[in-house]
């Protein structure tokens, strides 16, 4: 497959790539690199995986081999607002289970998907260790602590700024 | 003083020379925790309010200041306010409407505002506040004796009881009974001095003078050790830390974690300081081995052995890595120092560079604490432009400097072949052992691996001695853990109590004790890797071997508290979908095994199960423990496996009666509304996300069993107890 560098990465990643290359142990920045390609783009496409291979001289196998192996990173595009209920232990004995239903029947959509207008993305995460204020859910970044199932309208609303 | 010791002055005087806003020169500070959990709790705000307040009375002799996390996780976010010659207070859930209140009363006015301190165990304000030292039970004992003795006292010598408030803490640093005789140490504020006595004479004697004369009885007065003296100046009379002893937690929450300066006034980098003055490296080595410390990060491996492999083994090239996977869900003692003292860290890795002859260490941290990263980045490039890291340090021999890794979100990256592998950039999976790290590690170089607790104790270490840090904690686990308290517990938040400290004490004396007066059932500390120690193991005292022996693990510090209401069935497959979600898939015992006991649990808890599977589990869970390449899959049944040992019968109801007695397992219950008690309200029906219960207003309604999927709304909503879980 031919890769046109200049179009499928942005011109700082490319940047960045080529100080990591001049380090000592270059591709040992393969991990730091697609986290920024991810940053950057939201996911890691084919292409995106592609590109980094080539100008990393690695095995465009391998790149995909780390990017699938850690569950940071994601093959597939995410919707506008990312929802993620923590499912570290305190969360769940104080009943993420049961906000992460709430938000599953309140969007309709199953953990790893994406509501079909592109608006919300439902994930669980691994502990975010704020686990005195359990259940914890992030929208966009932002932590809400303590969060009942009866309390998920209204963060749904709140977050489409209704 | 030498050249380098020379060198380090003029480094601490550049930096501290406009330190107007530490804690030691300024008249008034206000401090403002800042850490992730103090953030998601409305912190931001909290500042943002002091700022302005600040801002319009025109003050110039108020600071405020941000620290880490304080550990009163359940009441954040924290406010300290520090008024020259008052007991420190702090407060607790501020918001911003309660922040005008404190400025005017406290601050500007000088009156604490009691109802919103924390704990309002201060709620009588106090002459004076005398805590007795303890260390272990025995001691307490003692301890109890002398503080009975001193009530006595105080009635003869006409002072009057109110006020003072007496009680027993933690060990003070101090070495309470047993040195010498039977003597025990006391602290009395304000005037934070220390006495140390044997005799009821001279008790008798201090009463008189003290309270009495109001003069300070120096001839009976004792040395403390600083570092927690000053833990205890900063933190006034809060009954959560009277029982701690903070020494990896001892800047969290009372210095500014973006500061060097900060770091330094307050006895940083002395340490690195001295032992490069002093150069030799084995001298380093030597106190990490006397002082008996044991690797924090879960197998408890005793770290000053593992530096002495690293440096017998002749490869010039060496490592040092900082362990901040903090995987464990529920555990977040790491996040806390990270975010609160990152300079510890760093502090600790360059001593253990200079000890085994590395200049290079890397920190490999999880992407999931995005201001931890933050703030490790910072701290690193501060202590660069200080000369503290980078070539020649000090204007010494030694050249050091530190990369951050980030790691991806694997949780079995904590295993250190794994860790290694990520940060060359590959899929973490790990390696069979030997060669250990020390042997080939990153690169194929000698490799010393700790945590960050671990990191963070080596500055304690070798700026207090060996010995002094090998008194404290039990004979054959030295020093002291921190543990994440989280779950049905009162007072969730991080512990820091030496080791063979109890339970019992860590749960009710420290944490207040089970949520909402509810029964204790058990206790999982070490997560997915540990297990669960039931109610009445509660007087077990942790240390490595005493946990290992009831069937659990220290593991990273997670402790999570259970009451009647949680299934331990659940908890169990919690775990393990947990383990198995992270499994890497390298080794068959562990790919498969763990999917296989995940299926049989998951038929357990939908009703399904069957009698032989208990046996199954047990055989299954062995062999998977036996045959595992890594920690991961070593430990991954013991969630299950302790579990079955003490809770077997609550697995043979889900089998045998198919019922969860704790009707947890959403599968084998159903919700039903009484008629009988049902008013009509129709609020069910609006909490409902299905639309599942049908009725009109004021006639009894009804769940549609097949439409509903059991989130309990109906259950919580209902106000006269009319839905019923069966």
Redesign the interface.
């Known amino acids: 497959m031919d890769v046109n560098l200049e179009t499928t990465l942005d011109k700082e990643i490319i940047e960045f790539i080529a100080a990591c290359m001049q380090r000592e142990?270059p591709?040992?920045?393969?991990?730091?690199v697609?986290?920024k390609v991810q940053e950057k783009y939201g996911y890691l496409s084919r292409q995106h995986m592609h590109a980094v291979a080539h100008i990393m001289r690695i095995p465009t196998s391998?790149v995909y081999?780390?990017a699938t192996?850690?569950?940071?990173?994601r093959l597939r595009p995410r919707g506008k607002h990312q929802i993620s209920i923590c499912?570290?232990?305190?969360c769940?004995?104080?009943g993420a289970d049961?906000v992460l239903?709430?938000f599953k029947?309140?969007l309709g959509i199953d953990i790893g998907e994406t509501t079909k207008d592109g608006i919300f993305s439902l994930d669980n995460?691994?502990?975010?260790?704020?686990?005195?204020?359990?259940p914890?859910v992030t929208i966009n970044?932002q932590?809400?602590?303590q969060v009942?199932?009866?309390q998920?309208p209204e963060l749904i609303n709140k977050t489409l700024g209704r | 003083m030498g050249k380098i010791l020379d060198a380090f002055m003029a480094v601490k005087k550049r930096l501290l020379d406009d330190a107007a806003n530490t804690l030691s020169s300024a008249p008034i500070i206000i401090q403002v925790g800042s850490a992730t959990c103090e953030n998601a709790a409305g912190a931001q705000e909290v500042r943002r309010e002091f700022e302005k307040l600040l801002l319009a009375s025109g003050r110039a002799d108020i600071f405020i200041k941000q620290t880490g996390c304080t550990g009163r996780c359940s009441r954040e976010p924290i406010v300290g306010v520090y008024l020259p010659d008052q007991f420190p207070i702090k407060y607790e859930k501020v918001t911003v409407e309660k922040v005008q209140q404190i400025f005017q009363q406290h601050i500007l006015g000088g009156q604490p505002v009691v109802p919103l301190i924390l704990d309002k165990k201060t709620s009588r304000m106090y002459s004076w506040v005398v805590t007795f030292a303890s260390l272990s039970t025995v001691e307490t004992d003692s301890a109890s004796r002398w503080n009975e003795k001193f009530k006595e006292h105080l009635k003869i010598h006409g002072v009057p009881e109110e006020t003072i408030r007496s009680f027993i803490g933690g060990c003070l640093g101090l070495y309470p009974a047993g040195k010498e005789g039977n003597k025990v140490g006391m602290l009395v504020f304000p005037e934070k001095v220390v006495y140390e006595f044997g005799t009821e004479e001279d008790l008798a004697r201090i009463i008189q003078s003290h309270f009495k004369d109001r003069k300070t009885l120096t001839s009976m007065q004792a040395e403390i050790d600083p570092l927690i003296k000053r833990f205890i100046t900063l933190y006034g009379d809060v009954a959560f830390f009277n029982k701690q002893t903070r020494l990896t937690l001892r800047n969290s929450g009372i210095i500014d974690p973006e500061s060097l300066k900060d770091y330094v006034a307050n006895d940083g980098f002395e340490a690195l300081a001295r032992v490069l003055e002093n150069g030799q490296p084995q001298a380093v080595i030597q106190a990490v081995i006397l002082s008996g410390l044991r690797g924090r990060g879960g197998a408890g491996f005793p770290t000053g052995s593992k530096w002495q492999s690293a440096v017998d083994n002749p490869d010039p090239v060496k490592y040092v890595v900082c362990n901040a996977d903090e995987g464990d869900p529920g555990a977040y003692m790491d996040r806390s120092t990270l975010e609160g003292d990152p300079f510890s860290i760093i502090h600790g890795m360059a001593l253990g560079a200079f000890a085994i002859g590395a200049s290079k260490g890397y920190i490999y941290v999880r992407a999931e604490y995005p201001l931890a990263i933050r703030r490790l980045e910072y701290a690193i490039r501060q202590c660069e432009d200080a000369g503290l890291l980078g070539k020649n340090i000090l204007g010494s021999d030694f050249s050091f400097e530190i990369e951050l890794r980030l790691g991806a979100g694997a949780f079995v990256c904590g295993e250190e072949t794994a860790l290694m592998l990520s940060i060359t950039g590959r899929r973490g999976q790990p390696m069979i052992r030997p060669p250990y790290p020390t042997e080939r590690g990153l690169w194929g170089h000698p490799t010393v691996i700790n945590n960050v607790e671990t990191w963070s104790n080596i500055p304690v270490i070798i700026r207090h001695g060996a010995e002094w840090f090998a008194r404290i904690g039990t004979e054959k686990s030295k020093g002291t853990k921190v543990f994440a308290l989280a779950g049905k517990i009162v007072n969730s938040g991080l512990v820091e109590v030496p080791m063979g400290t109890t339970l019992r004490e860590i749960i009710y004396d420290i944490g207040g004790g089970v949520e909402k007066g509810r029964t204790l059932k058990a206790v999982q500390t070490g997560g997915p890797s540990g297990g669960c120690i039931p109610a009445d193991l509660i007087d077990t005292p942790v240390d490595y071997d005493s946990l290992a022996a009831v069937g659990s693990i220290m593991g990273s510090g997670g402790m999570i508290v259970l009451d009647d209401e949680d299934c331990m069935v659940a908890m169990a497959k919690f775990f393990l979908e947990f383990t198995q979600d992270e499994s890497c898939g390298k080794c068959v015992p562990c790919r498969e095994g763990t999917l296989r006991m995940l299926e049989i649990l998951e038929r357990i808890t939908a009703g399904q199960g069957m009698p032989e599977d208990l046996d199954k589990l047990e055989r299954l869970g062995n062999l998977i423990k036996k045959t595992s390449l890594c920690g991961l899959g070593q430990s991954a049944p013991n969630p299950v496996l302790s579990a079955l040992r003490y809770f077997r019968s609550e697995f043979e109801a889900h089998v045998l009666e198919k019922c969860c007695p704790t009707r947890k397992c959403s599968k084998l219950i159903r919700y039903e509304i009484n008629p009988e008690k049902c008013i009509g309200c129709t609020l069910c029906a609006r909490q409902c996300p299905v639309n599942c219960i049908e009725g009109t207003a004021r006639k009894p309604h009804l769940v549609i069993q097949e439409r509903c999927i059991k989130c309990g709304n109906c259950f919580a909503a209902c106000k006269f107890e009319a839905v019923d879980r069966v």
Request: hydrophobic share 40%; with cysteine; proline share 2%.
């Open positions: 142990h591709r040992s920045y393969l991990i730091s697609l986290g391998r081999g780390v192996f850690y569950h940071f990173f499912m570290g232990t305190a769940f004995v104080k049961r239903e709430a029947s309140e995460t691994r502990c975010l260790g704020v686990c005195g204020l359990a914890v970044n932590v809400y602590s009942t199932p009866q998920v």
